[in-house]
């Protein structure tokens, strides 16, 4: 079964754009999760999507934003990026809400200049 | 909210000996510790996890145990080897938070030949 995928790896972006960054969960899977690392504040919550539906948030302004679509894959989206930004997105999949295993993808790492 | 505090940053060993890292978590609601180990441009890999309705759980080498009465949990691994070597982060969530995993700072373990 394939793993979790995000896409795209790599992102070079300036300063006031935006991005989008997506991710395909394992099949089956309807739960996806980001987090952003960084080595400054290392793994953090950024939201979760069950069923098309933001379920929880974390403390992130509100230029990040995010969605899932029927089938499962998820986009999210920073506007306006500063350079603070920077960092590697990461993407989690699960078979279902509450408890239980996330598999992680490879990430997206984004540079902000 | 949790927090998660994890030790030590760094941890070398020699190929064969056991290494072991801790964690300590502060919400008492807690009730899902997993780990993950990392490699150097990949994702987070769920190496083991483990419930508050258990003591200790073992598979192969790796182990993690936990005390709810003092909230730590611990990954032990035996006879490591050099492909042990990686970044480990623990975590932990709580019912209904879903997704929500709170993560320890890492530890960087290296396993000298």
């Known amino acids: 079964k394939a793993g979790v995928t995000q896409t795209p790896r790599y992102l070079i972006k300036t300063r006031g754009q935006q991005v989008t960054l997506s991710c395909s969960p394992i099949?089956?899977?309807?739960?996806v999760s980001w987090y952003q690392q960084t080595p400054g504040q290392g793994l953090q919550f950024l939201f979760e999507y069950f069923s098309e539906t933001q379920r929880n948030k974390g403390n992130f302004p509100g230029r990040f934003s995010g969605r899932q679509f029927s089938n499962s894959r998820s986009e999210m989206n920073v506007s306006t990026l500063e350079l603070g930004d920077s960092a590697l997105y990461l993407c989690?999949?699960?078979?279902?809400?509450?408890?239980?295993?996330?598999?992680f993808g490879p990430g997206t790492r984004l540079t902000v200049l | 909210g949790e927090n998660v505090e994890q030790h030590p940053s760094t941890l070398s060993v020699q190929e064969g000996d056991s290494a072991v890292i801790k964690c300590t978590y502060s919400d008492s609601a807690s009730n899902y510790f997993p780990w993950y180990k990392q490699e150097l441009g990949k994702g987070p890999q769920l190496i083991i996890d483990?419930?508050?309705?258990?003591g200790e759980k073992k598979d192969q080498r790796i182990a993690v145990t936990l005390n709810k009465t003092a909230k730590h949990f611990s990954l032990h691994i035996t006879e490591t080897q050099p492909e042990d070597s990686a970044v480990y982060f623990c975590a932990a969530s709580r019912s209904g938070s879903a997704r929500q995993l709170t993560f320890g700072s890492g530890t960087q373990l290296t396993v000298l030949p």
């Open positions: 099949s089956g899977h309807r739960s």
């Open positions: 989690a999949s699960s078979l279902e809400q509450g408890i239980g295993e996330q598999f």
């Open positions: 483990i419930r508050s309705n258990v």
